[in-house]
């Protein structure tokens, strides 16, 4: 038997599978998610599909719109830089309970995290690389233990790799200094971190925030439409 027989796809599977898409940067801004397409891609039917994607719309991911059905969000500049505002409200807070909570394992699992980044970067494969990025600071949120504000960090995440598939320079994408967070900063980081310095961290935190935002250009790329059959083909 295979394991999608064995393990049927649940609503949040398939929720986490669209988010895991859009942050490995192979659903881009303006994709149409048709309900059709995507029921046949994970083999479900459509009304397992629809609340789905009302959770993505209620997080500001997926656009809903009548007679037309739903759409990966493409982000206005506005919607951008609010979003990296809010970031520079609240990761400075998460850091600073992270310092307060973290064991040596905690610290040594954000070093990993970097360490895989890295290597990702350095072997070409920048999806992984801007993945890992943002795990960075989801992991500094979970182990803050402040469910409320991890919740709002995932979303805006989420949101944040739409922004930067919208806005990056193509011509900077490979590059350590792209829009993706860069290696450097999150071991500076890290560096306050392990002191236990959060003024210091919370300082290098928002600085950081503030290059990724002054890096992007608000002419977005022509990106090629994925296949949702073959993005999430369900194991036969």
């Known amino acids: 038997m295979s394991e999608a027989a064995a393990l049927p796809l649940t609503d949040g599977d398939i929720y986490e599978r669209v988010v895991s898409a859009i942050l490995d940067h192979r659903l881009p801004p303006g994709t149409r998610l048709g309900e059709d397409k995507l029921a046949a891609a994970f083999g479900v039917s459509r009304t397992r599909i629809r609340p789905v994607l009302v959770r993505l719309a209620n997080e500001q991911v997926v656009t809903l719109t009548p007679h037309r059905g739903a759409t990966i969000t493409q982000p206005t500049e506005q919607e951008a830089r609010e979003v990296f505002e809010v970031r520079r409200m609240i990761e400075p807070t998460l850091v600073a309970l992270f310092i307060a909570n973290a064991s040596d ?10 360490d895989d980044e890295e290597a990702a970067r350095l072997a070409g494969d920048m999806r992984r690389a801007i993945r890992l990025s943002g795990d960075f600071h989801l992991q500094i949120a979970e182990r803050a233990s402040q469910q409320t504000l991890g919740r709002i960090l995932r979303e805006l995440i989420s949101r944040t790799s739409l922004i930067l598939m919208a806005y990056s320079p193509p011509h900077e994408r490979n590059r350590e200094d792209a829009t993706a967070c860069g290696c450097r900063e999150h071991r500076a980081l890290l560096d306050a971190i392990r002191l236990r310095d959060a003024v210091e961290a919370g300082r290098r935190m928002r600085e950081h925030l503030t290059r990724l935002e002054s890096q992007l250009q608000f ?3 022509v990106d090629a439409v994925p296949d949702l059959a073959t993005l999430f083909a369900v194991a036969a």
């Open 105 to 114: 394992a905690d610290m040594a699992q954000l070093k990993r995290c970097i």
């Open 219 to 221: 002419t977005p790329p």
